[in-house]
C-alpha cells in the first residue's frame, strides 16, 4: 500500500470526468486499498480516485468514529434521492474551506465492490452527503462549484494568498 498524492483545487486535472471501471483486477484492488490509506492518513472520510489523478469511477469513504467501516463504491449510480441536508463539507482537495452545499439527506446508490460484485446501498446524513461529494468528483466538480460566483471568488482568492504564504 502507499500514499498517493492528493491533487488540490484548482488543479485542471481536478475537472476531468472519470471513465467507468471495466476490468476489476489486482490494480483496482491495489487502487482502492491506496486510496483508503491515503484518505485516513489525511485524514479525511472520503476520496475519489480523480483526486488522486486516476480518472476511474472509484470512491472510498468511512464516515464512522473507530475509522473501520470502509465503504467502496466501483461505478456508483444514484438510483433515488430525497430530503435536504445541512451538513457543511470540507474536501482534501481544498484544504481549510468548509460550505454547506444543497444535497439530498438519503441516498439509494447502486454500485460494485472492489472484485466486482453489484450491491445497493441505502444511506443517510452524512454517509449520504459524503458519497454525493466524492461522485461530484467522479464528473470533474469540485464541491466549491456548487456555491454563488462571488463565493468562489474569494475562495480562490484564499487559496491564493495560502500558496503565496506557504512559499
Given at each position: 500500500?502507499?500514499?498517493?498524492?492528493?491533487?488540490?483545487?484548482?488543479d485542471?486535472?481536478?475537472?476531468?470526468?472519470?471513465?467507468?471501471?471495466?476490468?476489476?483486477?489486482?490494480?483496482?484492488?491495489?487502487?482502492?486499498?491506496?486510496?483508503?490509506?491515503?484518505?485516513?492518513?489525511?485524514?479525511?472520510?472520503?476520496?475519489?480516485?480523480?483526486?488522486?489523478?486516476?480518472?476511474?469511477?472509484?470512491?472510498?469513504?468511512d464516515?464512522?468514529?473507530?475509522?473501520?467501516?470502509?465503504?467502496?463504491?466501483?461505478?456508483?449510480?444514484?438510483?433515488?434521492?430525497?430530503?435536504?441536508?445541512?451538513?457543511?463539507?470540507?474536501?482534501?482537495?481544498?484544504?481549510?474551506?468548509?460550505h454547506?452545499?444543497?444535497?439530498?439527506?438519503?441516498?439509494?446508490?447502486?454500485?460494485?465492490?472492489?472484485?466486482?460484485n453489484?450491491f445497493?446501498?441505502?444511506?443517510?446524513?452524512?454517509?449520504?452527503?459524503?458519497?454525493q461529494h466524492?461522485?461530484?468528483?467522479?464528473r470533474?466538480?469540485?464541491?466549491?462549484?456548487?456555491?454563488?460566483?462571488l463565493?468562489?471568488?474569494?475562495?480562490?482568492?484564499?487559496?491564493?494568498?495560502?500558496?503565496?504564504?506557504?512559499?
Open positions: 500500500m502507499a500514499i498517493l498524492n492528493i491533487l488540490l483545487y484548482p485542471a486535472r481536478l475537472h476531468k470526468v472519470a471513465e467507468p471501471v471495466k476490468v476489476f483486477d489486482e490494480s483496482l484492488k491495489r487502487l482502492v486499498s491506496d486510496m483508503a490509506q491515503t484518505m485516513y492518513a489525511a485524514p479525511g472520510i472520503g476520496l475519489a480516485a480523480s483526486q488522486v489523478d486516476v480518472h476511474k469511477q472509484v470512491i472510498v469513504v464516515v464512522s468514529e473507530r475509522r473501520d467501516s470502509l465503504v467502496v463504491l466501483v461505478n456508483p449510480e444514484i438510483l433515488d434521492a430525497s430530503g435536504n441536508s445541512d451538513i457543511e463539507e470540507g474536501c482534501l482537495s481544498v484544504p481549510g474551506i468548509y454547506t452545499i444543497e444535497r439530498a439527506e438519503r441516498l439509494k446508490v447502486r454500485a460494485f465492490d472492489r472484485n466486482g453489484a445497493t446501498l441505502e444511506s443517510q446524513g452524512l454517509l449520504a452527503v459524503c458519497i466524492e461522485m461530484d468528483h467522479l470533474g466538480k469540485v464541491f466549491i462549484e456548487h456555491l454563488s460566483q463565493k468562489r471568488q474569494r475562495i480562490r482568492a484564499r487559496i491564493a494568498k495560502q500558496l503565496r504564504q506557504s512559499a
